[in-house]
């Protein structure tokens, strides 16, 4: 099995920064893809970046990296704004057996 746990989130003001975590353990499968996904309060989970796709919304403000060695993927996000309000989840896809493991969840809220 896989475990995902994230960290980073917080209350910001709209404008502000913050960078998510989110290290992986255990069964890490060898060909596997991590991005982060978020769900505000009425509305379906949608995909924010992973390293070959970003939300159209998140452009130029977030940026998505990732630690292979620690096995560990971070969102950077700058310049943020109310809307960027919800809880960000880390995923982690099994590409062979298209499996998605899923963080916790950590809460972002940016408001003033």
């Known amino acids: 099995q896989v475990q995902l746990v994230e960290s980073g989130g917080g209350l910001v003001q709209p404008g502000g920064s913050l960078r998510l975590s989110c290290a992986a353990s255990g069964s890490i499968p060898r060909f596997n893809t991590m991005g982060w996904y978020r769900q505000a309060p009425g509305k379906r989970r949608e995909l924010v970046a992973t390293?070959?796709n970003y939300l159209d919304s998140v452009k130029g403000r977030f940026t998505i990296s990732r630690d292979n060695a620690k096995n560990t993927v971070y969102l950077q996000m700058n310049s943020l704004k109310p809307e960027d309000t919800a809880v960000y989840y880390c995923?982690?896809?099994?590409?062979?057996?298209?499996?998605?493991?899923w963080g916790q969840g950590t809460q972002v809220t940016v408001s003033s």
């Open positions: 390293s070959t």
């Open positions: 995923n982690l896809r099994d590409n062979i057996l298209r499996y998605d493991y």
